[in-house]
């Protein structure tokens, strides 16, 4: 079992930044591929980006690439997610999620624990 928390969301205006991170209880964060998704109100929850068990591999979904940066600490159980340039269709509930495959997927339902949330509001 593991659990997530996340935690670092806000109020940012736009063309700001804001960093999430989400802590892992146990000890076998490193087993599992992270991943970030959000999710707007009336909108089904999606993928943002994900980072493998090493940190070695990232991908990100075409909306966020090259303004948003995954990033993990294994020595801290600790995924991050770097976001700049913010727009307001950035605001949603953003969570983390680990998934025990071993290569990196985009598919919530495979994704098998979850954090909490955390709100990010961006304002134009």
């Known amino acids: 079992q593991v659990q997530l928390v996340e935690a670092g969301g806000g109020l940012a205006q736009a063309g700001g930044s804001l960093r999430l991170s989400c802590t892992a209880s146990?000890?076998?964060?490193?087993?599992?591929?992270m991943g970030w998704f959000r999710q707007a109100p009336g909108k089904e929850r999606e993928f943002v980006a994900a980072i493998s068990r090493r940190g070695l591999n990232t991908y990100y979904a075409d909306s966020v690439e090259g303004r948003f940066t995954i990033s993990r600490d294994n020595a801290r159980n600790t995924v991050f997610l770097q976001m700049s340039s913010l727009k307001p269709e950035d605001t949603a509930v953003y969570y983390c999620a680990a998934d025990g495959s071993v290569i990196i997927r985009t598919i919530s339902y495979e994704y098998d624990y979850w954090g909490q949330g955390t709100q990010v509001t961006v304002s134009s």
């Open positions: 146990g000890r076998t964060f490193s087993s599992y591929v």
